[in-house]
């Protein structure tokens, strides 16, 4: 699969590069990420740890014998994101097919084999809805509201009498799930394009985001043994999105709390800190501390160099 145009990956997701005013932009997908809690997830991460360890058990009691519990555990704990990589893998692989089968190119003749039983329900679903494909992996920005995403096509079918719908892929084992829609919705209201060019697909352009239908998308969804295509209505979702946007910036940039220590505190209690302190290093420990609170001030430190006169003097 193509890379997505001026995007880079942080430990919080992706984001995506305005080649024009150099700001950053959440992704469209780490953006429901942060907002949406999938509850269902922490099943389906145990289901496959505990399907390891049972599916596994001789490797495991190898790993336990010769390094030793925890590195057999963090073994276990691997499983849900192995199974994850393999199937995003799979995703990948057939996201660069469909992109090259819309450029007229030959699938490689060593597919895998699930891969190549996925190819076969996408060759069917061009064969059932003669969709024309106007365009592939489509980097959006939308600068009024901050993001930035990948659509993975916008293709038109005779059966929607030739309107231009923003269209996303989906192999995952279960699904249609609603965030699926706002995600559309999002790529829907794009307000330009980036795209790659030159020989080396290395220089970014911006051009006019292509007219789509904005109040309805699609969702191909493909397994190795069929293809669902779903029609989202899009009707509201872009409220949706930006509440979560608001939900993102606040999980990853809000600081919503100040310590606050009692007025009686803050008159008495550093200067008893000075008065019972043992050593030197005490004392640097108590400026460390009334620092990070705000509470230092030459009141603290003259009472702070008597007492280190005294104790450095021998005095109690």
């Given amino acids: 699969m193509t890379a997505p145009a001026a995007s880079t990956i942080t430990r919080r997701g992706r984001y995506y590069i305005d080649t024009v005013n150099g700001g950053r932009y959440p992704s469209v997908t780490t953006v429901i990420d942060a907002a949406l809690a999938k509850p269902a997830l922490t099943g389906w991460y145990a289901t496959q740890t505990a399907g390891r360890a049972v599916d596994q058990l001789a490797e495991l009691s190898r790993r336990v014998r010769l390094d030793g519990p925890e590195s057999a555990a963090a073994w276990l704990a691997r499983a849900p ?7 995003a893998v799979r995703g990948s692989d057939l996201h660069d097919l ?9 699938p490689p003749a060593d597919l895998a084999h699930d891969v190549k039983a996925m190819l076969g329900q996408y060759e069917r679903f061009r064969a059932d809805w003669r969709p024309t494909i106007a365009h592939t992996e489509m980097t959006v920005l939308n600068r009024t509201m901050g993001y930035g995403g990948t659509a993975d096509a916008v293709m038109s079918l005779p059966a929607y009498a030739g309107l231009p719908l923003i269209t996303d892929y989906k192999t995952g084992r279960t699904g249609p799930h609603a965030e699926w829609a706002v995600q559309l919705a999002a790529y829907a209201n794009g307000e330009c394009v980036l795209k790659r060019t030159g020989d080396k697909r290395t220089k970014i352009v911006e051009e006019i985001m292509p007219a789509v239908d904005i109040s309805r998308a699609l969702i191909l969804r493909i397994r190795p043994d069929t293809y669902e295509l779903h029609e989202a209505d899009l009707t509201g979702l872009l409220d949706v999105f930006a509440a979560m946007l608001k939900v993102h910036s606040f999980a990853t940039s809000a600081e919503p709390f100040t310590e606050r220590r009692p007025a009686t505190e803050s008159a008495t209690y550093w200067t008893n800190r000075i008065d019972t302190a043992r050593t030197v290093d005490d004392l640097h420990t108590i400026w460390v501390d009334a620092v990070a ?12 160099a008597t007492r280190k006169a005294q104790l450095l003097g021998g005095q109690t």
């Fill in 81 to 87: 994101r192995d199974t994850s990589h393999a199937a």
């Fill in 98 to 106: 469909a992109e090259r089968h819309a450029h007229g190119e030959e």
């Fill in 293 to 304: 609170a705000s509470q230092w001030d030459d009141r603290l430190l003259n009472h702070c």
